[in-house]
């Protein structure tokens, strides 16, 4: 079974904060992602990598940014965190080159203060 | 930009009747839709997907139609159990590169 882990499940942060939220999955994916879900507005995509060291900008990517240094680990950056920074962050991860089921983390729920 | 919409929004159904959501694209080079589901609390996970060669398909209860002329596909979901309560999400792929542009999600409410 794939296995896609996430930090943390709950994190409060302060406005300004630089905040890290991890991801760690163990099957071997080229692909990962980091969304945010907030209610009404589905999962919107904020960086995806395709492979180590590669990243790319999603449809919201302001505010964030990424890391991807090793092949299971993809790690969320939040700058500066501001109080409409506060939502559900979900990780996942693809088999780049086969199969194009996205496996999930269980989420972390941010609330910036 | 390409989206993906997604109706209703909440879809309240007698336990054992039958569940259809729907779902319209606008990027005419998507060629992959999968339906995830979202249990309260867990993370979403894929229960149905098709592709743009295959024009209907089924899984037991559950079924996804594809209509790449209209540009809209749906998920059926038949003989509604108690199990079947939770938030479901429809998406498209992004051009060719798998990239999955979302719904909004849909609450499916099952009523005993």
């Known amino acids: 079974d794939v296995k896609v882990t996430q930090s943390s499940r709950y994190l409060v942060k302060r406005t300004g904060e630089k905040v890290f939220l991890e991801c760690v999955q163990d099957m071997d994916h080229e692909n990962m992602f980091w969304y945010r879900q907030d209610p009404g507005l589905g999962l919107r995509l904020i960086y995806f990598s395709y492979d180590v060291k590669m990243k790319e900008k999603g449809d919201i990517p302001e505010g964030y940014s990424v890391s991807r240094e090793k092949k299971e680990r993809f790690s969320l950056i939040l700058e500066s965190a501001s109080t409409n920074q506060t939502s559900m962050y979900l990780c996942?991860?693809?088999?780049?080159?086969?199969?194009?089921?996205?496996?999930f983390g269980p989420g972390t729920r941010l609330t910036v203060t | 930009g390409e989206n993906v919409e997604q109706h209703p929004s909440t879809l309240s159904v007698q336990e054992g009747d039958s569940a259809v959501i729907k779902c319209t694209y606008s990027d005419s080079a998507s060629n992959y839709f999968p339906w995830y589901k979202q249990e309260l609390g867990k993370r979403p996970q894929l229960i149905i997907d098709?592709?743009?060669n295959v024009g209907e398909k089924k899984d037991q209860r559950i079924a996804v139609t594809l209509n790449k002329t209209a540009k809209h596909f749906s998920l059926h979901i038949t003989e509604t159990q108690p199990e079947d309560s939770a938030v479901y999400f429809c998406?498209?792929?992004?051009?060719?590169?798998?990239?999955?542009?979302w719904g909004a999600g849909t609450k499916l409410i099952i009523k005993p």
């Open positions: 098709i592709r743009s």
């Open positions: 998406a498209a792929s992004k051009g060719s590169n798998y990239q999955l542009i």
């Open positions: 996942a991860s693809r088999d780049g080159l086969r199969l194009y089921e996205q496996y």
